[in-house]
C-alpha cells in the first residue's frame, strides 16, 4: 500500500464513524466506500524484476498506446507510451538500474493523457536514469484527472531496475525514451505491469525473450 492511500483513506473513516454515530450507520456507508476505493486505488503489490541483461522494464501498469521512432533535439529515439486508467495500480518504477543524473519538473496543462499533445504539453516530470552502459529518460505525465506527480529519489541517488520511485495520482501516463537500436518486445495494445514487464532490450545482440524472463528473476526492491 502506498502512504497516500492512508492520507486518503483515514479522514473518511473518521468522517463515516461521525456521521455513523450522528445519523445511523446508512450515512456513513459513502464515506466508507470511498475510503475502501482510496485504499484500493493506491495498491502497492510486489513484482517480480527480470534481470536479464539490457532488459528495460515498464515504469507502470497499462495500456501501450505508442511504439514509434522520433526526433528530439535532432536525436532519433523511440518512444513508449503506457496510459494509465483509475483501474491500474499507480506507483511507477525506475526501467533500468543506475544513477538519476536528472529530474526535471514542468508545469504545463491537464489534456486528456490518451491524447498525443499530452505528451509535451502536459504538466509532467521528467527523469534520466544513467547504467549499464546507456541512459533511459522516462516521462511521468499528468492526465485529465490526475493533479499531482510523485517522485521520491533525488539527482545522484542510485536505483535498482524496477524500484519503486513514485507515483502519478489518478488516470495519468508514462512515456519511456530510448535510443535507436533497442529490441521492443511489446507493440500498441498490450498491456504491461510496472517492474515485470520488459519493453525492450538495449543489447540486441543478447537474445533474452520474454518468455524466458521469469526464469531470471529476483524479488522486486523497495
Known sequence: MARDGYYYALPLVGAAL???WLAGAWWALPALLLAAFFLWFFRDPERTIPDAAGAV????DGKVTEVS?????GVRRIRISIFLSVFNVHVNRSPIAG???DVRYQRGKFVNAM??????????????VEGEGHTVVFKQIAGLLARRIV????VGDRVARGERVGLIKFGSRLDVLLDEGVTPQIK???HVKGGSSVLAYIHPEQPQFAGSVAQQARPGAR
Open 18 to 20: 461521525l456521521l455513523g
Open 57 to 60: 522494464v515498464s515504469p507502470g
Open 69 to 73: 521512432p522520433f526526433t528530439e533535439h
Open 99 to 101: 544513477v538519476v543524473r
Open 115 to 128: 491524447h498525443a499533445v499530452s505528451a509535451e504539453e502536459n504538466e509532467q516530470n521528467v527523469v534520466t
Open 151 to 154: 517522485f521520491d529519489k533525488k
Open 188 to 190: 500498441v495494445g498490450d
